[in-house]
């Protein structure tokens, strides 16, 4: 969807929310795979995800098109939410475990959801690792490397969706694979460095 389409979608829908269907599908898998990196668990993920589209369409009245990609604002959103959870739960996740055994539709889409999350990230070699040493990093640390080897986007963008200069988002890259890096070594993790180059 290229920038015209996409500011006419957000118009169409400040009219009719229904038309709020379409850039659901248009960014629930970016959203919701940049959710689940973040928290490790796709039930976090599936519950943050859901609260970032309600959030979204509940105040897309007052969101005013600048010529900044919607993404960028419902990056900032999910950014948001994961910072609440952290701090209301004190980063105490719940995991793939918790899944449940009902037999209802809704948990069928569940279960298969989330074993197709769990076979994408053991296609990373060092994944678990590297995300509980991502977890053990102040958060402004984990948003910025997220989005930057995670989610592929370049220091202009990752300004745009936080609220910070390009140069301070270099500034903690820069400071928070320093960090990443120490946690790894102390943690005698192997191929730390070619797992995030790999991004």
């Known amino acids: 969807m290229d920038h015209e ?6 118009e169409a829908t400040k009219k009719n929310p229904q038309a709020f269907g379409l850039i659901y599908d248009a960014y629930y898998r970016n959203i ?63 995991t793939m475990i918790n899944l449940t055994n009902d037999d209802d539709d809704d948990s069928y889409v ?26 053990q990093l102040p958060l402004k640390y984990q948003e910025v490397l997220t989005l930057r080897f995670f989610e592929g986007m370049q220091f202009k963008e990752i300004g745009i969706i936080l609220g910070k200069p390009e140069n301070s988002v270099k500034t903690i890259t820069r400071r928070g694979l320093f960090r990443l890096k120490e946690v790894l070594e102390d943690k005698g993790a192997v191929g730390s460095k070619e797992t995030i180059n790999r991004r």
Not at 53 to 70: E, H, S, T
Not at 119 to 130: A, I, N
């Open 5 to 10: 389409e996409e500011r006419n979608l957000v």
């Open 32 to 94: 919701f795979g940049y959710i689940q990196r973040r928290t490790g668990s796709v039930l976090v993920a599936q519950e943050i995800t859901s609260d970032v589209f309600c959030k979204a369409l509940d105040n897309i009245g007052q969101y005013k098109w600048r010529g900044i990609p919607f993404g960028a604002w419902l990056y900032r959103i999910a950014a948001h939410e994961i910072a609440d959870r952290y701090r209301k739960e004190h980063r105490k996740h719940k």
């Open 110 to 135: 569940l279960r298969r959801e989330a074993c197709q999350a769990q076979d994408e990230m053991q296609k990373y070699d060092g994944y678990l690792d590297l995300h509980k040493a991502l977890t």
